[in-house]
């Protein structure tokens, strides 16, 4: 489902819908809406907009929401924006025992960042 989200296209009406979600996230009070801002994060983490992506997953990533799959993403945006020691220092920090568990599933979530930093 976040692969699918992360690709919605803006042009379209279910684009357009999508986008609307956004307006009702309070980034200084998260409450129930964050979720949308974990989809927008991930919309922009697609289209490369890495600065807006790592800026609301560590909002993301501070809230109850809080989740290691948040923190991986956190980890491909820093990665994807050229912070490669900091990817690489939360990626140690949070996810090194996740990953021993599901190499499989973090990869798949960094996609080409996973490649960045395992080298």
Known sequence: AESF???????????????????FVNRNELGGEVIYLLWESLYNLEHM?????????????RSFYSHWRIDAYLVK?????????NGHLLFEDKLLDIHRRYPNI????????YEILMN
Do not use: P
């Open 49 to 61: 907009d890495y600065k807006s992506a790592i800026n609301d997953l560590r909002l993301i990533s």
């Open 77 to 85: 945006a820093l990665i994807l924006d050229g912070q490669l020691i």
């Open 106 to 113: 973090i990869k798949k979530i960094m996609g080409h960042a």
């Open 5 to 23: 989200i992360s690709c919605e296209e803006s042009n379209t009406k279910e684009g357009e819908n999508f986008h609307k979600l956004i307006k």
